[in-house]
């Protein structure tokens, strides 16, 4: 390929940017998008706090300055500004990255290097539009979630190591400047891994593409030991340095803040994400932060719909033409096609089969929420392939320049352009839908419709990300409704507010599930009002929210928890709802598919309430809003089946009342008497809940659980009776017999 002017690849490229900068603006979420983490990144990074493991230092740190641009719109929308500047600049490196493959193919080829000099720039501009606009990638421009930050560093790296490969492969001698390129390429790979933890995906091709340059052509030689010394320690220290400032927006101790210990030990455990690894006991399933177990079964599952989701994100002709690619380039130039298949399919098909694909049953409404989860993970592969669809088109062209008659080839730059302009203003068409997020004010109006109603200083209590990030959101950074006490499930997340507010728990250092039925019974305890948004099934049974002791009752987009259901209940309306049902949204959203189930799934539970309490007309109303949300769910197709000649739950009728907890004591103590000792504990700690502070109920619950020699919880126990009887000598020796 004959020699272009620099300035003419400068400009294609700065109108790439512009155009994909554009479109990313107009369709940028103006909200809080709710999508995954995104509002807990944007609050997170307003306040200048540490965000979940592994903290994401940079990423806070560039949304606090999006936050404060001097432009009209709400933080939320100059958060998702980010993005937008983020993913442009990627498809930018993208483009660069293709004209030099392009160079290092046509270098050794004579048939290529005849080929009209514009048609790299070309097809480096088709293939970055087609990224561009492919459906995941564009729908995240628009979202502060953290996968466009290491887009971004992936493109970047991959750039400036091909920059740096072009210069190695070029001089036979040590090249003026390409030592910079090399030292630039070792600083992006410890500063990428200092964000998405993913990033690691590409090391293993940029790995190949370095030690191939540094023997093939003679590099170790010519650098030396020190010279090579010296990006291994730049490396580290990139890696190092952005995560030391955990320590000081681990310090600030903002109300939403990610706690860990101000430690090395504290600060290593969140960077690793130690707390991701444990037993989770809503789902009985022990788990590692990053290594699950070996299941060939389920990669074998996961392959085709891989393919399956390329071909929604990026068409079919996006899909053959990297495929095609990855396919060509091994019949031209083998070490190019080692750094470049590796590069794709780690990053790419080997994390998303790694993951696999959650199954889909007709009584299960998570399949779509945990695909739209899972999803994120493969933007940093999906950024990869518009290189294989770049060398795709490359190499059609170069196949159909050997076989073209020669007195057409000169319609080949003009053909290729109208084709380009076909293609990607398809791929515009066919995902716009799925990128357009400027209308999305889902998460925003559904935390008005949470708050607003509540009474004062209530407190309530989230489970679910979507429901949590967005409250926190609404209260943190637009100033809603502050005076309701929010908690979340995750003890973490606010550690730092719960600290400042101790009033709202009886008991401390206590996890899961323990912490949640502490918040709940102390302050019921206390005579406060609490509300909860979700009503997942662990935690109904495990707090007895059934009427065993508590009992839940509609409340709008809440749920009230109470010892007494009153006498009567009012009806309610669910826009939110209504307007969930208005969005034009794409199957393909899983993420916004699961905001269908997920308040499928609300209005379900809130119809079989109703239902218990004989309330049929609030009963179908909210069933109906279910159904039209999710038309096959198994629940809620019962329910209404049902419905009809159901009479009500007889032990959950208006006006009934809580059992005391000296019933429950009462009850504990006789299956105590018949040795039944798990049905005991159980019933005793309905007691503790009732009456926290309650010594004779909590003792014999650490009684029983020294017998069992669950040595740690017992100790929590005792330990929470002294802190209420802080003078109790009997208590004071059994936790000085307990084995240590």
Request: charge should be positive; charged fraction near 15%; proline fraction near 4%.
């Amino acid at each position: 390929m004959n020699q272009t002017k620099p300035s003419l690849v400068l400009k294609v490229g700065l109108c790439i940017l512009i155009i994909t900068l554009g479109v990313y603006i107009f369709s940028a979420c103006r909200h809080n998008p709710g999508y995954a983490d995104s509002d807990e990144m944007i609050t997170i990074g307003y306040l200048l706090g540490a965000a979940h493991p592994s903290g994401y230092p940079l990423q806070i740190w560039l949304t606090k300055l999006f936050t404060m641009l001097p432009i009209p719109g709400t933080i939320a929308f100059r958060a998702n500004l980010m993005n937008s500047v983020l993913h442009s600049l990627t498809v930018f490196f993208i483009y660069l990255s293709g004209i030099l493959l392009i160079k290092l193919f046509t270098k050794n080829s004579e048939k290529e290097k005849n080929l009209d000099s514009h048609l790299g720039i070309i097809i480096s501009a088709i293939g970055a539009l087609l990224l561009a606009f492919s459906g995941l990638f564009w729908m995240y421009s628009g979202v502060a979630e953290v996968n466009a930050l290491n887009d971004f560093f992936a493109a970047l790296t991959i750039l400036v190591s091909l920059r740096w490969y072009l210069l190695v492969s070029t001089h036979q001698q040590y090249g003026k400047g390409e030592y910079k390129w090399f030292i630039l390429t070792w600083c992006l790979a410890g500063l990428g891994m200092t964000h998405v933890h993913t990033y690691i995906l590409l090391y293993p091709g940029l790995g190949i593409m370095l030690l191939y340059g540094l023997i093939k052509y003679s590099r170790f030689k010519l650098y030396g030991w020190v010279r090579l010394l010296i990006p291994l320690i730049l490396f580290v220290s990139c890696f190092i340095i952005p995560n030391l400032t955990l320590f000081y927006l681990n310090g600030k101790q903002e109300n939403v803040s990610w706690y860990f210990e101000q430690s090395i030990n504290g600060w290593y455990g969140h960077l690793i994400r130690k707390v991701y690894s444990g037993y989770i006991p809503e789902k009985d399933l022990h788990v590692n932060s990053y290594i699950a177990k070996i299941d060939f079964e389920r990669y074998v599952k996961a392959f085709p719909f891989y393919w399956e989701f390329m071909v929604e994100h990026f068409s079919i002709f996006g899909v053959l033409f990297g495929l095609f690619g990855m396919c060509w380039i091994w019949l031209k130039r083998k070490d190019l096609a080692l750094i470049l298949s590796t590069l794709v399919f780690v990053s790419g098909l080997f994390i998303a089969v790694y993951m696999g694909v959650p199954d889909k049953t007709a009584a299960s409404l998570e399949y779509r929420s945990l695909i739209g989860i899972s999803q994120r993970q493969y933007l940093i592969g999906e950024t990869v392939w518009g290189l294989a669809i770049i060398i795709g088109i490359w190499g059609a062209i170069s196949m159909l320049n050997e076989y073209i008659h020669k007195n057409y080839k000169r319609y080949l730059k003009s053909s290729l352009i109208i084709l380009g302009l076909i293609l990607v203003l398809y791929q515009f068409s066919y995902n716009f839908k799925m990128g357009y997020e400027a209308n999305n004010t889902h998460a925003w109006d559904y935390a008005q419709a949470v708050l607003k109603p509540l009474p004062k200083d209530a407190v309530l209590m989230c489970f679910a990300d979507f429901s949590c990030f967005s409250l926190m959101y609404a209260q943190e950074v637009e100033g809603l409704r502050t005076d309701v006490k929010l908690v979340s499930k995750n003890l973490y997340i606010k550690g730092y507010w719960l600290r400042k507010n101790p009033e709202l728990r009886g008991l401390e250092d206590t996890d899961n599930p323990y912490f949640s039925a502490d918040i709940v019974s102390w302050n019921l305890f206390n005579k406060h009002r609490v509300f909860t948004t979700d009503s997942v099934g662990y935690y109904v049974s495990y707090i007895g929210l059934e009427g065993n002791p508590f009992f839940i009752i509609p409340n709008g987009y809440t749920f009230e928890i109470v010892k007494k259901i009153p006498d009567q209940i009012p009806s309610f309306d669910y826009p939110v709802t209504e307007k969930l049902l208005t969005y034009n949204r794409p199957a393909k959203d899983y993420w916004f598919a699961g905001q269908r189930d997920y308040f499928s799934n609300y209005h379900t539970i809130n119809s079989l309430v109703y239902s218990y309490l004989g309330l049929k007309t609030d009963a179908m109303k909210t069933l109906k809003l279910a159904l039209a949300l999710t038309p096959d769910y198994q629940s809620a197709l019962g329910i209404y089946q049902d419905l009809p000649g159901y009479t009500g739950n007889p032990n959950y009728r208006l006006g009934q009342e809580s059992s005391p907890s000296a019933y429950y004591l009462e009850q504990g103590k006789l299956l105590l008497n018949d040795k039944q000792y798990d049905p005991a504990y159980k019933v005793l700690q309905k007691a503790t809940f009732l009456d926290p502070t309650d010594i004779e109920s909590r003792s014999l619950m650490a009684d029983l659980l020294t017998i069992g020699k669950y040595y740690t919880a017992a100790r929590m126990e005792y330990k929470n009776i002294l802190r209420f009887h802080p003078d109790n000598a009997d208590i004071k020796n059994k936790l000085d017999l307990l084995p240590k």
